[in-house]
């Protein structure tokens, strides 16, 4: 008779609970995990909403549990996650489920796992697996009292970047009954410093030669956050220009470095060994990605592209190859910042704040306006850029225009300038925003509604008559004005005028988008 | 009934190509002879396929005689044949006149010069400018200025023409009922105020390819000469071109660039003789027209920056990131002055390229 036997003979109670967490989106909600032995036909009935992946966690434990040499008498065990209303998924109930079957059984103490919660992977001989979405798991669970963790070994990192957790890293349930018994060791997460940085990681705007009026525009993408497309024959750098974007973005803060950690913590990307992410992201989806693939979602949801690139840069590459639907989706997410999946099991929520930096050619053979090279007919040219929807164009608030290099641009050895220097004026301006819109739910100026300009953006007699004239002289459209008048907001803050001048507005006016009058020869 | 009526029957027959219209008239002579020939005679000649023969003679009836003239009517347009005082001398001197011409509004006459202007459609800013710039200075002189109606060169040519209120006239390679292209709808109404359209082609004729290189002789045709604006190496001026020279016509180039692929067929005529004409008076002085004096360069009034910004701009677009990097002002202030200088018309923008106009003096 196994030690498990009398235990349970000894036993008033074959009840048993602890906790573990569920994950919608990147918040976790706290789910109590039951189990409950009783006499009947030798089974394991789990109840709960439960996904198919954590249906399957039944055939996992049972046999893992087999492995550990430990043999569980015939009884009826009945596991229950509760709230029973909310859907789960994913394989992270594994180590949960196995460890209250243990407790039930008796061969863990029950107050061992006071105010702690399990997550991970097993594998049919016991071992604990990497698991995705510990960092958010971790993370509500600590802003809901939960204080102390046991996840994979190989989850460790996630755990600890968790300021205040306590965390348990094992590498199989060996190893959770001798922790059980005293020999595991608990490591506290500490508090996350953020290293300071010299220079501009990765690329560098002063490898670009020519091209300034793009980057100007890139600079003032990055400063107020608005989305920027790039019209251009092959070859004139516009993805070089783009992949630059995120060295001149500001510094992550520590909130939003974790804002990220935690979605690509679900998505299975983060790196454990490197800690939170320390670069904004650049993510560059080939055209021929889904329509899930870009927002997110899917019937097991996952996030997208546009989340996985929160706080850095979305860049759209031949943004006329996309399918139309796939760019059309982009339309919510641009607005609100973030994109809600609903399923019939319940809604998640991703964020999806983002620059969003797109790039085409001005027509299918890619070399209008210049004449000798292109003979499309007008026709063709109007076709190609059709294939992009108006109310798509109109939350795009920069177009530039970048033009073939020539060799003297490429010869001539002038120093351009460094990326350091273009992003110490971008915090500049950001600090100026952040400032202005204190007590608002948004940061930037290229997240401002028609409304919230009205507030925050007043314009001088002379600048009104101004911008009446322009909008007269090129018939503009009511979103161009709007944009307009944002995009010089931005230009102004990174003079650090509190005033908006002609010359901030005449500036915008260059950049404004693609509008019917656009290719008008 | 007449023998015009008869042509005009015969002009309207739209499933016969004209090319073996021409055949049949050369062999018959006159189209009364057509409508009352036998079918035996037609299959014998072999011009026309056993279709052609069918439909020919199920429309040799008086019917469709009326029929045509009731169409004509409703369209509003004209018709005439070689012989009548209003159809074109110089158009009934070549080797095969058309031997019936719809048109609307007024034909040529042969009281001034008549010009015809011919290029690319996919045409650059300078050959938009310069033809622009031609068609005003010649209509201005009372040159006829006769072009196609097509997209590019043409149009801007008949609107360089229209904007100096002169005589312009189009030739179709459709039916004159047909618009082609849709987006000259206005141009054609327009046209149709002081100059004339005209074609050979049936009513509701589309314009299949084949119909231009035909039109293109009338358009010659119907000029004492040819002036080629822009055309690639290989391109539809340049067949204008040739049957000018067939047809005994003058022809003139505008000099491109040497190597730009729009100007190859224009430098390449100046090559091998013809007139090159970088001004217009250099067409009007051929045709012993004293151009009017053009009020002299009128001074555009420009601050000291916006000379300087448009000092650097040319004919030919130019990126905005030139013109940062050869003005050396700041972005802000050089489209500022850009917008001024927009505002006065004399700077154009495709995109964020920039371009000179030239200036709209009446």
Known sequence: MDKGFWLLLERSSMFSKLYTIALLGVEGCPVCVEADVSDGLPQITMVGTLGAQVREARDRVWTAIKNLGLRLPAKRITINLSPADIRKEGTAFDLPIAAAILISFGYLPEAFFQGTFLAGELSLNGELCRTNGILPMAFSAYKNGIKRCIIPKANKKEGTMVQGMEVMGIGSLKELLEAADGQGVWESGELYEPEVQNGVPGLNFSEVHGQQAAKRAMEIAAAGMHNVLMIGPPGSGKTMLAKRIPGILPELLSGERMEISKIYSVAGLLDTEEGLIKERPFRAPHHTITPTALVGGGRIPKPGEISLAEYGVLFLDELTEFHKDTIEMLRQPLEEHEVMISRVNGNCKYPADFILAAAMNPCACGYYPDRSVCTCTQRQIHKYLDKLSRPFLDRIDLCVETEPIRYSQLSSGKREEDSAAIRRRVEKARRIQRERYAGETFYCNGELTPQMMDRYICLGEKEQNYLEKIFRQLSLSARAYHKIVKTARTIADLEGSGEITTVHLSEAVCYRSLDHKFWNQ | ?362
């Open chain 2, 1 to 362: 009934m007449e023998e015009k009526e008869y042509r005009l029957w015969f002009c309207s027959l739209h499933k016969i190509q004209l090319s073996k219209k021409k055949k049949l008239m050369g062999y018959f002579q006159k189209a009364e002879r057509i409508f009352k020939a036998g079918r035996k005679e037609l299959a014998q000649l072999r011009i026309l396929t056993e279709e052609e023969t069918d439909f020919l003679c199920s429309m040799q009836e008086e019917g469709a005689v009326m029929q045509a003239e009731k169409r004509r009517k409703e369209a509003g347009a004209f018709f005439c044949i070689p012989g009548e005082r209003e159809y074109p001398y110089l158009l009934s001197e070549i080797a095969d006149p058309p031997f019936g011409i719809f048109y609307k509004g007024r034909l040529p006459s042969t009281e001034t010069v008549t010009i015809a202007m011919v290029g690319a459609r996919a045409c650059s800013n300078y050959g938009k400018e310069m033809a622009y710039f031609f068609a005003r200075e010649l209509a201005k002189s009372e040159v006829q200025i006769v072009s196609g109606l097509a997209r590019g060169i043409d149009g801007f040519s008949h609107g360089g023409a229209l904007y100096a209120k002169g005589k312009t006239y189009a030739v179709l390679g459709c039916g004159i009922d047909v618009v082609y292209p849709p987006e000259h709808d206005r141009m054609y109404r327009e046209i149709l105020e002081e100059g004339g359209i005209l074609t050979e082609y049936p009513f509701g004729m589309p314009p299949y390819r084949w119909n231009f290189p035909p039109r293109n002789r009338v358009i010659s045709g119907l000029s004492n000469g040819v002036f080629v604006v822009e055309a690639r190496g290989k391109s539809g001026s340049l067949i204008t071109a040739d049957f000018a020279l067939e047809q005994g016509r003058d022809v003139f180039a505008l000099p491109g660039r040497a190597g730009d692929p729009l100007s190859l067929g224009t430098n390449q005529l100046i090559k091998q003789g013809a007139v090159l004409a970088d001004k217009p008076e250099d067409i009007l002085e051929f045709y012993q027209i004293s151009p009017k004096k053009r009020n002299g360069k009128k001074d555009l009034l420009l601050e000291t920056q916006e000379e300087m910004v448009y000092a650097n701009l040319g004919l030919e677009e130019k990126h905005f990131n030139r013109l940062v990097q050869e003005t050396g002002m700041g972005t802000g202030d050089l489209m500022e002055i850009l917008l001024r200088l927009s505002e006065k018309g004399i700077v154009g923008q495709t995109g964020q390229y920039f371009h000179k106009i030239l200036p709209k003096e009446p």
